[in-house]
C-alpha cells in the first residue's frame, strides 16, 4: 500500500467500535479482568504493543495511534508519550546508563540539548556534541562506552541534513571492527513527519516524533512518539511507563484526528514553504535562506536521495541590520504569529539568534528567523513578508 492509503486505513479497526470509522476516547485507568489468570495473561504481555493491561500503560485509543505510526515507520512498534521533549527523554533514559558516553549532533532541539547537558550529566551519562554534517567522520568519535548516536536531520534553526545512511554505516563498521555491539542509533523525526523520511529502512533503530507538530497538525494537543525495532521496544515502553509519560487518551485521539489528513497538509506546507523561501532567497534583506529543498542549499543533494519531501519549517538568516529593526518587523507582521512550537495550520515567524548556542562549525551570523509556512494562502503570506521586509534599512540594497 502507498503511503496515503496507509494514512487513511492505518490503525483503524471499526469491527471493534460497533462500526464507528474512529476509536473512541477511551478514559480508562482501572482495567479489570475476567479471571486470575487474564490478569496474569495481560501482564505478562503488558510489554507488548496493543496490550491493555493498566490505563498507565495505555488504552486503545493509544494503541490505535500507536499501531498507525509504527505502519508508517515501518517499526515493529510504536510508544505514545505526553510530548516530543519526553519521547526523546525516555527514549535516552531507556537506552544510557551512568558511565555510559552520548554522541548527539550540535544541531539538535534545544531541550534535547538541555536534557543530555543537564539531567544525562547529573546522571553520570557523558555527551559529546558532533557537527551535523560529520558524515562517515562520526565513527571517530566512538569510544568504547558509546552507548547512543543521537541525529537530527534536518538541525533545528539551521537546517542542515546529515548523512544518516554514511553515519550508520560507518558506526557498524567500526563497531564490528572493535568487536562491541554498536551504539543504538535515535533520530528526531519531526521535521520530515513518518510521510517523508522512514529512518529504520536506513538502519536507524529508533524515530522521535513531536507529535504535537503535524502529526496533530492544529496547535491544539502535546503529544511525542518513539518508533523503534523489536529489541528495544520493550525496555523502551517500560521506561515510559516507570517515568509515568502516557499520554491522555484525548490526546492520542487529537494524534489520530490529525494523522488522518496528513497528507494533504504536507503537500500544502511543502508548496508553500518553498514558494516563500525561494522568494525570499531573492530578497535583497535576506543573506541566506536555510530550506534543503532549495537548489543551491548544502544539504539538497542528500534531501533529495533520502527525503521523500520537505515539510513547512525553515530558517532564514538576514543581512547584518539592528535588533530592533528585526523586532520592529516582527511586531508589524500581520499574519505570522510569534510562538513557540510549529506544524499547525497558521503561519508562525521566530526570532532564533538569541537562542542559537552551537559549539561545532560554522555558525550563521547575522539575525536569525525560523519561518513556519501555514495554510494560508501563498500570495497573502508573500505579501505580508513583502511589507515587512520593506520596512528593514537593508531592504533597499
Ligand atoms: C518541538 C520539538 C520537540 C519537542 O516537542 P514537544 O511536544 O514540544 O515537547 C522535539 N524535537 C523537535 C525537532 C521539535 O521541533
Known amino acids: 500500500m502507498r503511503p496515503d492509503t496507509r494514512?487513511?486505513?492505518?490503525?483503524?479497526?471499526p469491527e471493534d467500535q460497533h462500526g464507528a470509522v474512529n476509536?473512541?476516547?477511551?478514559?480508562?485507568?482501572?482495567?479489570?479482568?475476567?479471571?486470575?489468570?487474564?490478569?496474569?495473561?495481560?501482564?505478562?504481555?503488558?510489554?507488548?504493543?496493543?496490550?491493555?493491561?493498566?490505563?498507565?500503560?495505555?488504552?486503545?485509543?493509544?494503541?490505535?495511534?500507536?499501531?498507525?505510526?509504527?505502519?508508517?515507520?515501518?517499526?515493529?512498534?510504536?510508544?505514545?508519550?505526553?510530548?516530543?521533549?519526553?519521547?526523546?527523554?525516555?527514549?535516552?533514559?531507556?537506552?544510557?546508563?551512568?558511565?555510559?558516553?552520548?554522541?548527539?549532533?550540535?544541531?539538535?532541539?534545544?531541550?534535547t540539548r538541555g536534557f543530555a547537558t543537564g539531567p544525562l550529566r547529573r546522571f553520570g551519562v557523558e555527551t559529546t556534541l558532533y557537527p551535523p554534517t560529520i558524515g562517515a567522520g562520526i565513527a571517530d568519535l566512538l569510544r568504547p562506552e558509546t552507548r547512543v548516536l543521537f541525529c537530527e536531520s534536518p538541525g533545528s534553526l539551521t537546517f542542515e541534513v546529515q548523512d544518516i545512511p554514511a553515519m550508520v554505516q560507518a558506526v557498524h563498521a567500526a563497531s564490528a571492527a572493535a568487536g562491541r555491539t554498536p551504539p543504538v542509533i535515535m533520530i528526531d523525526n519531526t521535521w520530515a513527519s513518518p510521510l517523508f523520511l522512514q529512518p529504520l529502512a536506513m538502519g536507524v533503530d529508533v524515530s522521535i516524533h513531536a507529535a504535537t507538530k503535524y502529526i496533530g497538525g492544529h496547535s491544539d494537543a502535546m503529544l511525542g512518539a518513539i518508533a523503534c525495532t523489536e529489541p528495544l521496544y520493550p525496555q523502551l515502553k517500560q521506561t515510559m511507563a516507570q517515568f509515568g509519560q502516557n499520554p491522555g487518551s484525548e490526546e492520542a485521539w487529537l494524534g489520530l484526528r490529525g494523522l488522518r489528513t496528513l497528507g494533504v497538509r504536507l503537500r500544502q506546507h511543502q508548496s508553500t514553504g518553498i514558494q516563500l523561501a525561494t522568494w525570499l532567497s531573492r530578497h535583497?534583506?535576506?543573506?541566506?535562506?536555510?530550506?534543503?529543498?532549495?537548489?543551491?542549499d548544502p544539504g539538497h543533494a542528500l534531501w533529495h536521495r533520502d527525503f521523500k519531501g520537505a515539510s513547512g519549517l525553515f530558517g532564514v538568516e538576514l543581512e547584518p541590520v539592528a535588533e530592533a529593526d528585526v523586532h520592529a518587523m516582527l511586531d508589524g507582521l500581520k499574519l505570522f504569529a510569534m510562538g513557540y512550537s510549529w506544524g499547525g495550520f497558521e503561519s508562525l515567524m521566530l526570532p532564533t539568534s538569541a537562542q542559537l548556542t552551537r559549539s561545532t562549525g560554522d555558525v550563521p551570523a547575522g539575525p536569525l528567523l525560523r519561518i513556519h509556512a501555514g495554510l494560508e494562502d501563498p500570495d497573502d503570506l508573500i505579501a505580508d513578508l513583502d511589507a515587512g521586509l520593506a520596512t528593514l534599512p537593508t531592504a533597499a540594497a
Do not use: N
Not at 512498534?77 to 551512568?98: E, H, R, Y
Not at 535583497?284 to 543551491?296: E, I, K, N, T
Open 284 to 296: 535583497p534583506a535576506v543573506a541566506r535562506v536555510m530550506h534543503p529543498a532549495l537548489h543551491g
Open 23 to 111: 476509536p473512541p476516547v477511551y478514559r480508562a485507568s482501572t482495567i479489570t479482568f475476567a479471571s486470575v489468570a487474564e490478569k496474569q495473561d495481560r501482564y505478562a504481555a503488558r510489554l507488548e504493543p496493543g496490550t491493555v493491561y493498566y490505563g498507565r500503560y495505555g488504552t486503545p485509543t493509544t494503541a490505535a495511534l500507536e499501531e498507525a505510526i509504527a505502519e508508517l515507520e515501518g517499526a515493529y512498534g510504536a510508544i505514545l508519550t505526553a510530548s516530543g521533549q519526553s519521547a526523546t527523554a525516555c527514549a535516552l533514559l531507556a537506552c544510557l546508563q551512568a558511565g555510559d558516553h552520548l554522541l548527539l549532533t550540535d544541531s539538535a532541539y534545544g531541550p
Open 7 to 13: 494514512l487513511t486505513h492505518a490503525g483503524r479497526h
